[in-house]
């Protein structure tokens, strides 16, 4: 798989929260917290803020992109039952 250039992701992550806002008046957290499937899932959704510095976003896009590749090797992560 290859990887997006961080300017990349971030534009198509741009792009694609402002799609998820057209239309609607609810704060960012809480339009982001509407795809949570988990009652931890959407208060964790509502708590984030930005990441101090590029380091630190690096590393939040590293594991993001492990937890991808694992989803792709191994399947589905099994939810089911968390609330």
Known sequence: MKRLPLAA???????VLTWIAI????SPDDR???F????????????LAPLPDRSAVEAALEAAWQ??????TTGDIPLGGAH
């Open 23 to 26: 239309g609607s008046r609810r």
């Open 32 to 34: 982001l917290a509407d």
């Open 9 to 15: 992701l971030a534009i198509l992550i741009l792009c």
């Open 67 to 72: 937890a991808v590749r694992l989803t792709e």
């Open 36 to 47: 949570a499937r988990s009652s931890t899932g959407k208060e964790r959704c509502r708590a």
